[in-house]
Nanobody, 129 residues
Framework: QVQLVESGGASVQTGGSLRLSCAFSGVTYSVYCMGWFRQAPGKEREGVAA???????THAQPVRGRFTISKDSANNTLFLQMNSLKPEDTAMYYC???????????????????????WGQGTQVTVSS
């Protein structure tokens, strides 16, 4: 069973930076996607960024150039570096995991929440103006 635990959320001011971490365990797939998503109160869950087991990366347009997804496979940790934070980035941030077939290893990972089966509990990011 895949388990995901996020950390690193905090309250910061506009223009500040944060790095979120997601420790994952129980992964038996050699080909997979991992992603970061966020959900603000009263809004739907929104895709932020995704990375494949081969390190192909996708970033959603609202965060492109400000956020960077990465992973440390040796230490089973997913990261989201967030720079130039804005009040509209305020949300609960979740990491997610989806295993894939071997023949999907070159396919780009998406930031569509419905494509992910495993989720963490979330970490809160609040950006004040």
């Amino acid at each position: 069973q895949v388990q995901l635990v996020e950390s690193g959320g905090a309250s910061v001011q506009t223009g500040g930076s944060l790095r979120l971490s997601c420790a994952f365990s129980g992964v038996t797939y050699s080909v997979y996607c991992m992603g970061w998503f966020r959900q603000a109160p009263g809004k739907e869950r929104e895709g932020v960024a995704a990375i494949s087991s081969s390190d192909y990366r996708t970033h959603a347009q609202p965060v492109r150039g400000r956020f960077t997804i990465s992973k440390d496979s040796a230490n089973n940790t997913l990261f989201l570096q967030m720079n130039s934070l804005k009040p509209e980035d305020t949300a609960m941030y979740y990491c997610a995991f989806q295993g894939r077939r071997f023949d999907e290893r070159f396919r780009e990972c998406t930031v569509v929440a419905g494509n992910y089966a495993y989720w963490g509990q979330g970490t809160q990011v609040t950006v004040s103006s």
